[in-house]
């Protein structure tokens, strides 16, 4: 299958490394990434050990592949979009934090489906992407359902030995990775800690607020994820990635603009929609927003 991963950075990257062992993959990153990767191929280390040579390029532009794999910021998803709809794709694939599925199929005529990836990555250097934990790759079609499309690329991640579920409740999924990360991110990057962090005392019951609130908005938006389930996947995640530092709060520690308004930001603005309160996402949105005006990156 020839795939054009959209965004190669952390994730995009070592999800690109691991396609390209069997597949066709181009990467679309920045340089000095791209160019490295391009002449002397792509590094993988950690609890994966490979080398591969996909391509790699800094053009966003006139591509043609079966699948592009969408993991940009979700600040850069509506110019992703613009950029692919130049590009002849058979389908999209999105590996996204927050609710960015609807911004690629408002603005692609290409087949977009829904994903969610817990693989854990970070880009040592140009050239060379850490897996910091192995996890799942799960693909299903946006609106739920069973999908013929979903089967072919979930077979083709599978064939690449990535650990792959295609799920017929992309919704409920959608929306228990959102109460997950409006949990975990935010407060660890505000009190800049690993995710292990979170597993009990004060900032674990700030993100178990997050995450409740989240399963709420879900079913005022007719997605059946109760408390419990939110919760649960909360301290799943935590136990499972204890030592894993969150995007966000890597995004922090580099003075990069965060991706609150997809993830926390995206449950207010949908309670907002219901006249629900969120408190408690609606105070780490601002905190970290402040946070981003301070430095001067909002």
Wanted: proline residues 2%.
């Amino acid at each position: 299958m020839r795939i054009l991963v959209f965004g190669a950075g952390s994730l995009g990257t070592l999800v690109g490394g691991l396609l390209a062992s069997v597949h066709d993959v181009t990467l679309v990153a920045r340089d000095p990434h791209a160019a490295r990767v391009s002449a002397d191929g792509l590094d993988v280390c950690g609890a994966v050990d490979t080398q591969v040579s996909p391509a790699a390029t800094t053009a966003e532009t006139g591509h043609d592949a079966d699948l592009a794999v969408v993991t940009v910021k979700s600040f850069d998803t509506a110019a992703a979009a613009e950029a692919l709809a130049d590009c002849d794709v058979g389908a999209v694939l999105s590996l996204q934090n927050g609710l960015t599925e609807e911004i690629l199929d408002s603005r692609l005529d290409a087949t977009v489906l829904a994903g969610t990836a817990t693989y854990g990555a970070r880009l040592v250097a140009p050239g060379r992407v850490e897996c910091t934990g192995v996890g799942r790759v799960v693909v299903g079609a946006l609106g739920g359902g069973t999908s013929t499309l979903a089967e072919r690329i979930g077979k083709a991640f599978r064939d690449a030995d990535i650990d792959t579920l295609v799920a017929a409740d992309m919704p409920r999924r959608r929306w228990e990775k959102l109460a997950v990360n409006a949990g975990i991110n935010a407060v660890t990057a505000l009190s800049r800690v690993e995710n292990g962090h979170l597993a009990a005392g004060e900032a674990s019951d700030v993100a178990h607020r997050a995450a409740r609130e989240t399963a709420r908005v879900a079913r005022l938006e007719n997605v059946r994820l109760p408390n419990r389930v939110a919760r649960d996947a909360i301290d799943r995640v935590i136990d499972r990635t204890a030592k894993n530092r969150s995007s966000m709060l890597q995004d922090v520690s580099a003075g990069s603009r965060t991706e609150v308004d997809a993830i926390n930001g995206a449950v207010v603005d949908v309670a907002a929609e219901h006249d629900f309160d969120v408190p408690t996402n609606r105070t780490l949105a601002a905190l970290l927003r402040a946070w981003e005006r301070g430095q001067d990156i909002r």
